[in-house]
């Protein structure tokens, strides 16, 4: 599978497709065998954050596929529980060790927002977290650092203040929520932007009917995708890719996650890319309502 890899302002490349690794249920095993089925099919990026209690069992897929000789790359997440600036190495090391791995090739702020383990507001500002980023970056535990779930202003005043520059910022971004303004404002900062839920609506995951979106019904979608010989999601995914964005399906389905990856043997002209602009209806999958009432909520 041949496909594009991103530039990060720190000098790395970043392959522009991830596997997403986010269930709110999964069975023993699945997390593992999920992974170890995306690096076979092709994934060299993968998507895993503390909160997800998951690590060791991603980590398990990626040394089983190292020790075949598939891989040597991964990608993470930092949540946030460990915003206190002398919180973030050891949080990442904590990480590692699940992992089994040495360092990690991108780390990232999940929420501008601080919390601890019981949900409360710490009220710690992420430029404090950030300086335990950048002490991370210094001991080699990761090549690049980043940011989720910021929204321009908050990019704008962490930039300011930054000695080493976040290279990403991950945020929903899907047909239903086309996020025009913050992706050009991320990309005029060389901060890529990187899409989580992308299949939005699509999804199966996402069955509710929000009344006015049509994204799995309507026809103009079904031509797009039988003139390819694509799905829905294919083409949603492929929307993303030609607006340069990249992006983190996540399947634990085996032909899922290899149909996800194939996406980079077609092209959509400007009229369809403009069929896939008309579903937007700024809606978020995930609005992350219960955390609203926190300092540096971003929406
Ligand atoms: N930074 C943040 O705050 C957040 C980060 N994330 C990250 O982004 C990743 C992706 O986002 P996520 O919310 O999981 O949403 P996605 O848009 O990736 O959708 C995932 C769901 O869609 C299903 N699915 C996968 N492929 C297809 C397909 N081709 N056709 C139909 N359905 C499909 C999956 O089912 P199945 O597995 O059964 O195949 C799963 O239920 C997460 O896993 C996580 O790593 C997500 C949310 C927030
Ligand atoms: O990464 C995440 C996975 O999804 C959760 C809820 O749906 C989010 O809150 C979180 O940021």
Same mark, same amino acid.
């Given at each position: ?151 321009? =202003? ?61 994204? *799995? ?28 964005? =990249?992006?983190?399906? *996540? ?49």
């Amino acid at each position: 599978m041949v496909f594009n890899n991103i530039k990060l302002s720190s000098g790395y490349s970043m392959p522009i497709i991830g596997l997403g690794t986010y269930a709110r249920k999964a069975d023993p095993g699945q997390f593992r065998q999920g992974v170890e089925w995306g690096i076979d099919a092709g994934y060299r990026h993968i998507d895993t954050a503390s909160i997800y209690g998951n690590e060791q069992e991603v980590g398990e897929g990626i040394k089983n596929k190292i020790k075949e000789g598939t891989v040597t790359r991964e990608q993470l997440f930092l949540w946030n529980d460990c915003h206190a600036e002398s919180d973030v190495v050891p949080s990442l090391k904590e990480s590692l060790a699940k992992l089994q791995l040495d360092y990690v090739d991108l780390y990232l702020v999940h929420w501008p927002f601080s919390i601890n383990a019981n949900g409360e507001d710490t009220g710690i500002d992420y430029l404090e977290t950030w300086r335990g980023m950048e002490e991370a970056v210094r001991l080699g535990l990761t090549k690049s650092i980043g940011v989720s779930n910021f929204n321009e =202003a908050q990019i704008e005043r962490l930039i300011n203040a930054a000695k080493i520059k976040p290279v990403v910022n991950q945020i929903e971004i899907n047909p239903t929520l086309t996020q025009y303004k913050l992706v050009d404002f991320c990309k005029k900062l060389s901060v890529v932007p990187v899409a989580y839920t992308p299949l939005g609506l699509i999804s199966d995951a996402r069955p509710e009917f929000i009344g006015k979106d049509t994204i *799995k019904t309507d026809s103009k979608l079904a031509d797009i995708a039988q003139k390819y010989g694509k799905t829905r999601a294919q083409v949603a995914l492929r929307y993303l890719v030609q607006r340069d964005i =990249a992006i983190i399906p *996540k399947s634990f389905t085996k032909s899922r996650i290899e149909e996800n990856l194939d996406i980079f043997n077609f092209e959509l002209t400007q009229d369809e890319m403009a069929i896939m602009d008309s579903y937007n209806l700024n809606h978020r999958c995930v609005p992350a309502q219960k955390f609203s009432g926190l300092s540096n909520f971003p929406f």
